[in-house]
């Protein structure tokens, strides 16, 4: 099953090829960030877009006409000519005008819900509902035709959400199987609304009104006036091809040669015959014999029973009597009513001659004249009927004078109700224009807020992280595991790197490393080591702390004071010399040592060592 957008226009203006470019990915259009394309047409571009305040993902529908208008500089909209211009900000209102009713039919069932509409770049937006889901025409595609259940989860909500659209005074114009949207539980949704671009298509030649076969009502490819009749029409037409399986045949076809098969004659099983009969209704060609509006449509597609008309006209007894059927204004044209009502009369006339004939005889064979109280009374009735043609006359007369004062009084009241109704709206639309410049202003205040405090926030996690990891470098701890390639390196657990000792220097003596490590390694020790100094190439020296020999667990916890410098350790013990630049406790424990000849210095010769310093 294919998963489709509301898209904009795509269906209803369709040039060869486009010739603009739309929005980039990234691109704002006030607070809305285009995501992507969702469809592009004559009419104008939808994206698919988020609303970086509200964080949710909307479908915009852009006002650009391809004939009119084009893009510069990536978003401004501009007039292709100078003549251009009038017919573009003419187009532009109306598609403002068409978001603005929109937005206040949000509640409405089946219509899709328009949140927003703004000006900018140049040209207008429509910001809507992003709904996704298969279309009824790719729903037809894949089963062919629809059950009496589905078709009626599907005709009740569109009537419910068509007759608050045309009580606010728009229609949709472009009802088919592509534009209507259903979810997961068939529920349906009506999706691209054309009043401004049919108006378009009626002000400007280069605008040309295209029209979807089978479902476009007559008057939609003339000049005649459209109504709540023509969405009658295209809903219709839709519920026959929902039905049938096949959409009926173009109503340009059908006003020269009308081949449409009614749903009532073609009986599909089960459905109701009322609403067969409501559709054909709904698909008469002429305008006037549909229903007017969805109020006068919806008890005729609820009946359970097709409507009979039975009125009848009796003829002269002894021919038998014809029947004269009453014609519905619903499905029967007028020039067909008059035919039908002529002929009916010349039948009358026919059998009321032939009982004069029958009856009369007597006058013609006994009498060589007219009879005086036959002329006479011929007469007085041709008087008589003279006078009731002429009160019928005087009465239709005052009849059509009183119509046209109702219809004047009525369209005045309708004018000054639509006055008052568009001052309310724009009372209405300049207060809520006040309040989202507020509302934006305060969102814009708060975002600033919270990214002074962000950016603070990260700068002192930077200076924490700094002072992390120089205490890091700073301070090391941990049990002793080897010593490097010399007895001035150190390694602790669960360390990468050996550290180098502060006060001594390089004895390559291995006896004497052995020592040394037999030493450390009798017991477990705790070494904590500090950043003292650093040499001239950079690597850093430590002045290390370890836990006495024996002492109880756990060593970490053993305070500082308990602790023996390390390297003096190595110096007491004569395993390693003092540096040239130890502190004086250093050469003093080396003299001790030396003293004691303890070590390194059973060994070796003094003065062979004292030299290194007097350098």
């Known amino acids: ?38 469809g592009q047409g004559g009419f104008g571009i939808t994206y698919r877009a988020r609303d970086v305040q509200l964080g949710r993902e909307v479908a915009i529908k852009e006002y650009l006409p391809y004939a009119l208008a084009m893009r510069q500089d990536g978003s401004t909209v501009l007039p292709r000519t100078t003549k251009h211009a009038g017919d573009f900000d003419w187009g532009r209102e109306r598609f403002v005008s068409e978001g603005r009713t929109l937005a206040t039919l949000h509640g409405s069932p089946a219509i899709v819900h328009v949140f927003d509409f703004l000006e900018a770049n140049g040209t207008a937006y429509i ?7 298969p279309t009824l025409e790719d729903r037809l595609k894949s089963v062919g035709k629809l059950g009496p259940e589905e078709v009626d989860g599907i005709l009740w909500p569109l009537l419910d959400g068509l007759q608050q659209v045309h009580d606010a005074g728009f ?7 592509a534009n209507i949207l259903l979810d997961a539980a068939g529920r ?79 009986r599909p099983p089960g459905f109701a015959p009322g609403l067969l009969a409501g559709i054909d209704a709904g698909l008469a060609v002429a305008a006037r014999d549909r229903p007017q509006s969805i109020a006068n449509w919806r008890p005729l597609l609820g009946l359970s029973a097709a409507p009979v008309a039975d009125a009848t006209v009796v003829m002269s007894q002894p021919s038998p009597p014809p029947t004269l059927r009453h014609v519905s204004t619903l499905g029967t044209t007028a020039p067909e009513a008059s035919t039908r009502a002529r002929g009916g009369l010349w039948l009358a006339i026919a059998g009321i ?43 239709a007369k005052l009849r059509a004078e009183a119509e046209q004062r109702q219809k004047a009084e009525q369209e005045a009241a309708d004018r000054k109700r639509q006055e008052e109704a568009q001052a309310a709206e724009r009372k209405k639309l300049e207060e809520e224009t006040r309040q989202k410049i507020e509302a934006e202003l305060a969102a814009q205040r708060q975002a600033e807020e919270e990214a002074k405090a962000k950016a603070e926030q990260e700068a002192a996690d930077r200076r924490k992280a700094i002072e992390a990891a120089r205490k890091a470098i700073e301070f090391v701890s941990g049990d002793f595991d080897h010593f490097g390639k010399t007895l001035m390196m150190i390694g602790l657990k669960d360390h990468p790197d050996e550290i180098r000792l502060q006060g001594v220097d390089i004895v390559d003596d291995p006896a004497l490393r052995q020592l ?17 100094d650093r040499l001239t190439d950079g690597t850093p020296l430590y002045r290390c702390l370890i836990t006495p020999l024996n002492a109880k667990a756990p060593l970490a916890d053993i305070p500082d004071s308990e602790r023996s410098d390390l390297a003096l350790a190595l110096v007491r013990a004569g395993l390693v010399l003092a540096s040239c630049d130890a502190p004086r406790a250093y050469a003093d424990a080396e003299d001790e040592a030396r003293g004691r000849a303890q070590s390194l210095w059973g060994r070796v010769k003094v003065t062979e060592y004292k030299r290194r310093c007097s350098k």
């Open 171 to 177: 229609l949709h114009r472009d009802i088919k199987p």
């Open 188 to 266: 349906p949704t009506l999706i691209d609304f054309g009043a401004s671009r049919a108006a378009m298509a009626g002000r400007t030649t280069a605008m040309t009104a295209i029209f979807t076969p089978g479902y476009a009502a007559p008057e939609q490819m003339t000049s005649a006036k459209q109504g709540p009749a023509t969405d009658i029409y295209g809903l219709s037409a839709t519920l026959y091809h929902a039905i049938t399986g096949k959409a009926p045949a173009s109503s340009f076809d059908r006003m020269l040669d009308d081949t449409y098969e009614p749903l009532a004659q073609l």
């Open 353 to 395: 001659m032939l009982a004069v004939l029958a009856g009369g005889g007597y006058y013609a064979i006994a009498m060589r004249g007219p009879d005086p109280e036959m002329v006479k009374a011929r007469a007085l009735t041709e008087q008589a009927e003279a006078a009731r043609k002429q009160a019928e006359e005087e009465a």
């Open 1 to 38: 099953m294919t998963n489709t957008s509301n898209t904009a226009d795509t269906g209803s203006l369709q040039p060869p090829e486009v010739d603009f470019t739309a929005l980039s990915p990234g691109q704002m259009i006030g607070r809305y960030e285009v995501v992507a394309v969702l």
């Open 516 to 532: 040394a490590v037999n030493a450390l390694a009798a017991q477990p020790r705790h070494i904590k080591c500090r950043q003292t």
């Open 127 to 133: 910001i809507m509902e992003l709904l996704s889901g």
